[in-house]
């Protein structure tokens, strides 16, 4: 009898397991109670003579007939508290939908607990904090039925306001979504751009889900996932081919590598600033108006070169929260500020150096710190920079470094 009562629960998790997927391989089954492919194929006989309907679809797997269910099972205490840990989660993300959503699933999951499940659950609910978005903001409200139209390869009409403050209307076919630094990312197939995009959903001012359905993409997220990191970047807003799923060439001007930076001291001009409202393009603006009107950077002493450095930091947050910007020279001490200007010094530590190339006056910083916050970067978000050395001289043909802090 005592070898039964693993068995037992084993044949009951595999019930469970078939209600819940379309087709269930027995090398899933096998690989998740720890078994033989040849126990697989016992538990399976067993559930059959016990009446239980299972559909075998040979080269395929199991499913259950359509139609039939069993009564839900009743969770274990440590299922409903990652239940519980999960909700606490999700109401901190930043899509309205999701946490609206969850919300209400776990009412109905509460309610299939016992008494003194709930109990438990209702104390830990209380002794659990996220840390993250304290202030519990929501930028976005589509997650939910952009999953749909994944799903339903429904095409969806986008107005749409990038990060480099451009208003467009795109017709878009879902692909995939992702979530970095607490953002939700829609990849999809641009008609008007004729190629794969990303999309934050925090960018999206409205959405038409459209009665036309599109052809799916013959690609897996991994696949997808696999090119872009190929050309350095996780992510990226750049052209993916539809046809044959390669990058466009313009990823060819691009480098990125790890570097180590040893402290240094910047002296210059300074901004408390925000990338929201745009308010972050009229400040720099204007940094950089008066450090050219103004001559500051022969103005500096004991430069160590004659580059220009734009430097980021003193964040509160993440890159979506107020930071200071620091326009001036790298210098080599700090015997002489010039009146009206600020120092600052940094430790240095690990760095990615991304270095692009392009029309200064066409958008290059801004897109490529568009790409740079889609990365998939550990950030430390302690001082970030760019380099305008001699070969950024020539707007129309500048090529720029830029130096992201990681963990």
């Given at each position: 009898m005592a070898e039964e009562k693993p068995r037992l629960a084993r044949l009951t998790a595999i019930i469970t397991q078939l209600q819940s997927k379309k087709i269930v391989t027995a090398k899933d089954i096998a690989t998740k109670h720890g078994v033989s492919i040849r126990?697989?194929?016992?538990?399976?006989?067993?559930?059959?003579?016990?009446?239980?309907?299972?559909?075998?679809?040979?080269?395929?797997?199991?499913?259950?007939?359509?139609?039939?269910?069993?009564?839900?099972?009743?969770?274990?205490?440590?299922?409903?508290?990652?239940?519980?840990?999960?909700?606490?989660?999700?109401?901190?993300?930043?899509?309205?939908?999701?946490?609206?959503?969850?919300?209400?699933?776990?009412?109905?999951?509460?309610?299939?607990?016992?008494?003194?499940q709930q109990e438990k659950s209702e104390l830990l609910t209380t002794r659990i904090q996220i840390r993250n978005n304290l202030n519990n903001a929501k930028t976005s409200k589509f997650l939910i039925q952009l999953q749909s139209t994944i799903t339903d390869f429904r095409v969806v009409k986008l107005t749409y306001f990038s990060l480099d403050h451009q208003l467009t209307e795109r017709l878009v076919e879902p692909f995939a979504?992702?979530?970095t630094n607490d953002n939700w990312v829609l990849i999809a197939f641009c008609r008007k751009r004729n190629d794969f995009r990303s999309f934050r959903l925090d960018c999206i001012q409205q959405m038409q889900i459209t009665q036309e359905r599109f052809e799916p993409q013959n690609m897996t997220l991994q696949q997808y996932m696999e090119e872009c990191q190929k050309k350095w970047f996780a992510t990226p807003d750049i052209p993916l081919t539809h046809?044959?799923?390669?990058?466009?060439?313009?990823?060819?001007?691009?480098?990125?590598?790890?570097?180590?930076?040893?402290?240094?001291?910047?002296?210059?001009?300074?901004v408390r600033t925000t990338n929201k409202n745009s308010q972050a393009a009229k400040d720099i603006a204007e940094l950089w108006q008066r450090f050219m009107s103004e001559n500051?950077?022969?103005?500096?002493?004991?430069?160590?070169?004659?580059?220009v450095y734009s430097v980021y930091t003193d964040y509160e947050g993440d890159h979506t929260q107020p930071y200071t910007a620091l326009l001036g020279c790298k210098v080599e001490n700090l015997k002489s500020i010039p009146a009206g200007m600020t120092v600052k010094t940094f430790a240095g530590g690990e760095y990615v150096k991304i270095t692009a190339k392009g029309d200064l006056m066409k958008g290059l910083i801004v897109s490529e710190w568009t790409r740079i916050w889609s990365m998939e970067l550990n950030r430390a978000f302690t001082a970030d920079f760019e380099v305008y050395g001699p070969k950024a001289q020539n707007p129309a043909n500048a090529e720029v470094d830029f130096y992201i802090a990681v963990k």
């Amino acid at each position: 009898m005592a070898e039964e009562k693993p068995r037992l629960a084993r044949l009951t998790a595999i019930i469970t397991q078939l209600q819940s997927k379309k087709i269930v391989t027995a090398k899933d089954i096998a690989t998740k109670h720890g078994v033989s492919i040849r126990t697989v194929y016992r538990d399976i006989r067993t559930l059959e003579q016990s009446g239980i309907p299972i559909v075998t679809e040979e080269g395929k797997g199991y499913s259950i007939m359509e139609g039939y269910k069993l009564p839900p099972v009743m969770f274990t205490e440590e299922e409903a508290n990652a239940l519980i840990t999960a909700e606490q989660l999700i109401l901190r993300n930043k899509d309205q939908s999701l946490s609206d959503h969850y919300h209400n699933a776990i009412i109905k999951i509460r309610a299939t607990l016992k008494n003194s499940q709930q109990e438990k659950s209702e104390l830990l609910t209380t002794r659990i904090q996220i840390r993250n978005n304290l202030n519990n903001a929501k930028t976005s409200k589509f997650l939910i039925q952009l999953q749909s139209t994944i799903t339903d390869f429904r095409v969806v009409k986008l107005t749409y306001f990038s990060l480099d403050h451009q208003l467009t209307e795109r017709l878009v076919e879902p692909f995939a979504l992702y979530t970095t630094n607490d953002n939700w990312v829609l990849i999809a197939f641009c008609r008007k751009r004729n190629d794969f995009r990303s999309f934050r959903l925090d960018c999206i001012q409205q959405m038409q889900i459209t009665q036309e359905r599109f052809e799916p993409q013959n690609m897996t997220l991994q696949q997808y996932m696999e090119e872009c990191q190929k050309k350095w970047f996780a992510t990226p807003d750049i052209p993916l081919t539809h046809a044959r799923f390669t990058f466009a060439g313009n990823q060819r001007d691009k480098i990125m590598k790890n570097v180590k930076i040893e402290p240094f001291s910047i002296v210059g001009i300074e901004v408390r600033t925000t990338n929201k409202n745009s308010q972050a393009a009229k400040d720099i603006a204007e940094l950089w108006q008066r450090f050219m009107s103004e001559n500051l950077q022969d103005k500096i002493p004991n430069k160590t070169d004659t580059s220009v450095y734009s430097v980021y930091t003193d964040y509160e947050g993440d890159h979506t929260q107020p930071y200071t910007a620091l326009l001036g020279c790298k210098v080599e001490n700090l015997k002489s500020i010039p009146a009206g200007m600020t120092v600052k010094t940094f430790a240095g530590g690990e760095y990615v150096k991304i270095t692009a190339k392009g029309d200064l006056m066409k958008g290059l910083i801004v897109s490529e710190w568009t790409r740079i916050w889609s990365m998939e970067l550990n950030r430390a978000f302690t001082a970030d920079f760019e380099v305008y050395g001699p070969k950024a001289q020539n707007p129309a043909n500048a090529e720029v470094d830029f130096y992201i802090a990681v963990k």
